[in-house]
């Protein structure tokens, strides 16, 4: 019986990959105009069956998100990110990963609205995972949040700029810079 049940999930999960697939391969060919027949003709299934996965595009967009934040929240547990929060450049070094594997796809979402759902789901974590490791220390943890979440914003807001093109640099001096200013603040910037 539990072979079965793995089988199914493992179809499903492989006909859901097929839709967000499709899904992002048309979002990168013609931008929004999007449709479900055009989805299910591309991932080779019929409407019913994308219907059985998802009630509409929207349901798509969000899981391809929630698969985003679960790829890089897997992959700051890898690197023990978890253990140590404030390493800035650990959670860069990550970040930039995730973004150069599928960089026309981040591109594109960068200007979409709905890129800040992967946005608040990032600093949600973030902030959560570093007052439960340093709680012991921060009797009140609302100026804490503050202090993440003003953090995880400028951060994401520098690399959705960096998306749209309007920082020349590369990632990597990206990340570079990204962390100087977060470790060492305004005043470590020569000549300012």
């Known amino acids: 019986m539990i072979k079965s049940e793995e089988k199914k999930d493992r179809r499903v999960e492989k006909t859901r990959n097929a839709i967000r697939n ?7 060919e013609k931008g929004s105009r999007l449709s479900v027949t055009a989805i299910a003709e591309r991932a080779n299934i019929d409407r019913k069956t994308f219907y059985f996965h998802y009630d509409s595009m929207d349901d798509v967009f969000d899981d391809l998100i929630s698969v985003s934040f679960s790829h890089l929240n ?3 547990a890898k690197i023990g990110f978890y253990e140590n929060p404030t390493d800035i450049a650990m959670l860069l070094k990550v970040l930039n990963r995730m973004i150069e594997e599928n960089l026309t796809v981040y591109r594109h979402l960068s200007g979409d609205p709905k890129y800040n759902t992967l ?3 990032i600093a949600f974590v973030i902030t959560e995972a570093m007052i439960k490791r340093y709680q012991s220390n921060v009797p009140d943890s609302e100026p804490y949040k503050v202090y993440c979440h003003y953090f995880i914003y400028g951060v994401m807001s520098v690399y959705q700029s960096w998306l749209q093109g309007n ?3 590369s990632l990597d001096q990206l990340a570079e810079y990204t962390a100087h200013i977060a470790v060492n603040g305004l005043q470590s910037i020569p000549n300012l």
């Open 22 to 28: 499709a899904y992002l391969d048309l979002l990168l």
């Open 74 to 76: 897997d992959n700051l």
């Open 119 to 121: 946005i608040d789901h």
């Open 167 to 169: 920082v020349n640099m």
